[in-house]
């Protein structure tokens, strides 16, 4: 990880970073709890993680980078989409939301606010993607 990423991931860390993948942390774990929920478990974790540092990395669609179908980048993964954004992408979505305005007030926390309208995105629809290297 370059030396400027590791900044911006411990200022983001201390201005917002920590809570919001506290929040994914917890969607994580009420997910694996129903046992159902288990594929939105491992996927809910994964983006926790990005959450937590996500300068120095970024998320894609599975299928850009494997070249390949499969059931969370099918008509599965759409299905499972949907059922995730009534249980918990909606939330998420807002937490990113509410935590960007408030960092876009100053310009310091530009970056930041920008950071957390594309974690918006993708806790609307998590399944299919795959965190890869900046």
């Given at each position: 990880m370059a030396p400027v990423s590791i900044i911006l991931n411990i200022l983001w860390i201390l201005i917002g970073g920590a809570?919001?993948?506290?929040?994914?942390l917890i969607a994580a774990v009420i997910m694996a709890v129903t046992i159902i929920g288990l594929p939105w478990a491992r996927a809910a974790f994964n983006i926790a993680v990005y959450t937590l540092l996500p300068f120095g990395s970024r998320a894609v669609n599975r299928y850009d980078v494997?070249?390949?179908?499969?059931?969370?980048t099918g008509p599965l993964g759409l299905?499972?989409?949907i059922i995730w954004f009534v249980l918990a992408g909606w939330w998420l979505a807002l937490g990113h939301l509410v935590t960007a305005v408030?960092?876009?007030?100053t310009i310091i926390g530009l970056p930041f606010a920008w950071a957390h309208l594309k974690l918006a995105g993708i806790a609307l629809?998590?399944?299919g993607k795959v965190i890869v290297p900046a």
């Open positions: 809570w919001m993948a506290f929040g994914w494997t070249g390949m179908s499969d059931i969370g299905i499972g989409n408030v960092l876009a007030v629809w998590p399944i």
